[in-house]
């Protein structure tokens, strides 16, 4: 048995296909990357700010051992052509900022000093397609030591 | 044989141009905090000893704030400052009659808009991306 289709469902069917792509694109946008950046698992301080001691604003000369740069990210890129396409998905958590400071740190009196902490969130898109989504965020900073470092520090 | 190189220039052009990344990025520094600050939970005391929360630190109270950091240029450029973020900190501390901010956390997400400014308003580098961002972390006091 035949379908009469009328011109009115055919006019609905490139709405609904434009609908459809609509909700995709902002569904993507919805699926949470989300990163966090913390040091809760150190059991020294790791500092952020001007004010270094506890009901003091005392400024003690501090010698930089050795700088550090700590990314979080979680991001998905997709790439591929035709037949095929590949995902790329990394997946980082805050624990990887504890294993790298407890990496950097020598003596027990060395200071973890975080001079930034920085995020970004981004999206690359070919036309109405985001085939990547990038969330990361992380620290800057030094390890200082109280006492002088004999070579390859800076104050 | 000119219309044909101007046509794969100009296609070429914009395939470039729908091309794009819609984002932010955004630093915190916290330059104007009045209160010690730390990522772990704890923090020194003036005498550079080591206090610990549970031991030496008890916690009063919790703090939280939520920020939108905006961006231009496909993310390049920080438009956001965070003043906003060091000031709600040293109210949340006074507040609480606390000594400083321990085990502070900051999530970051993409918000939902950097997904409608797809092509073709991305194409513009004009067009603000943001990132979403929540700071937690624990208002401490000495026992």
Redesign the interface.
């Known amino acids: 048995m035949s379908k009469i289709i009328s011109l009115n469902e055919i006019k609905k069917v490139p709405m609904m296909g434009l609908f459809l792509l609509f909700i995709v ?2 569904l ?3 699926s ?25 604003n ?1 400024k ?1 000369p501090l010698y930089k051992r050795q700088d550090f740069d700590i990314t979080v990210e979680n991001s998905i890129v997709t790439s591929g052509g035709q037949h095929h396409q590949t995902t790329y998905v990394t997946e980082e958590s ?1 624990e990887k ?1 504890d294993a790298e400071l407890m990496r950097k740190l020598d003596s027990p009196k060395d200071k973890i000093v ?15 397609f ?1 085939n990547s ?5 992380g ?1 800057e900073g030094g390890i200082y030591s ?1 006492t002088p470092v004999s070579t390859g520090g800076s104050k | 044989m000119k219309k044909i190189y101007m046509s794969f220039i100009i296609g070429s052009m914009l395939i470039f141009l ?14 104007e ?14 005498n ?1 000893n ?3 929360k549970g031991k030496q630190l008890n916690v009063v109270g919790k703090f939280k704030y939520e920020k939108r ?1 905006w961006g231009l240029m ?2 390049w450029i920080r438009i956001s400052g965070s003043k906003d973020v ?1 000031e709600a900190i040293n109210d949340a501390i006074e507040k609480k009659r606390g ?2 901010l321990i ?10 808009s ?3 400014m ?2 073709p308003f ?1 194409i513009l580098p004009v067009m603000p ?5 929540i700071i937690e972390g624990d208002i401490v006091n ?1 026992k």
């Open positions: 694109v902002l993507s946008g919805c949470s990357l989300s990163t966090t950046t913390t040091a809760k698992n150190m059991t020294r301080p790791v500092m952020l700010g001007p004010v270094q001691y506890v009901k003091n005392k003690s805050a900022i975080v001079e930034t902490l920085f995020v970004k969130s981004a999206r690359a898109c070919f036309l109405v985001c989504r990038v969330d990361y965020s620290i109280t | 729908s091309a794009c990344t819609v984002g932010a990025r955004g630093h915190l520094k916290f330059s905090a009045k209160y010690p600050i730390s990522l772990s939970p704890a923090l020194y005391d003036q550079d080591v206090l610990l950091f496909y993310s060091d000594v400083g085990n502070l956390a900051v999530t970051t997400d993409g918000c939902l950097n997904s409608l797809t092509f991305s991306g943001c990132t979403d961002t000495l």
